[in-house]
Nanobody, 124 residues
Framework: QVELVESGGGSVQAGGSLKLSCAAS??????????MGWFRQAPGKEREGVAA????????YYDDSVKGRFTISQDTAENRLYLQMSNLKTEDTAMYYC???????????????WGQGTQVTVSS
């Protein structure tokens, strides 16, 4: 079992920054085995992947919409995942979710664990 708890969301003006955090815990969790990622869902839209980090090598992935503005990182000693968001745009407004999966193939996350989400609102 894996539990994920996000924090750090809030309201910010366009051009501003926020840093999201996700605390992972549970008897089944191991930073060396789990792919970790951030997803977001805006009202009326499907959930979409934002950024991910591979276990072990720390390879990262970013959606084109956030490349150069968002940075995903991980503190494996503290079992924490971060998303530094800079130069935020109004279209970044969404509920942001932390996810963990032991298997990701061709971008498909198998049986992911999800956090409860943290709201990010960017105003113009």
């Amino acid at each position: 079992q894996v539990e994920l708890v996000e924090s750090g969301g809030g309201s910010v003006q366009a051009g501003g920054s926020l840093k999201l955090s996700c605390a992972a815990s549970g008897s089944g969790y191991s930073a060396s085995r789990y792919f970790m990622g951030w997803f977001r869902q805006a009202p009326g839209k499907e959930r979409e992947g934002v950024a991910a980090i591979w276990p072990g090598r720390g390879t990262t992935y970013y959606d084109d919409s956030v490349k150069g503005r968002f940075t995903i990182s991980q503190d494996t000693a503290e079992n924490r995942l971060y998303l530094q968001m800079s130069n935020l745009k109004t279209e970044d407004t969404a509920m942001y979710y932390c996810a963990a999966s032991a298997k990701v193939v061709d971008g498909f996350w198998h049986s992911p664990y999800w956090g409860q989400g943290t709201q990010v609102t960017v105003s113009s």
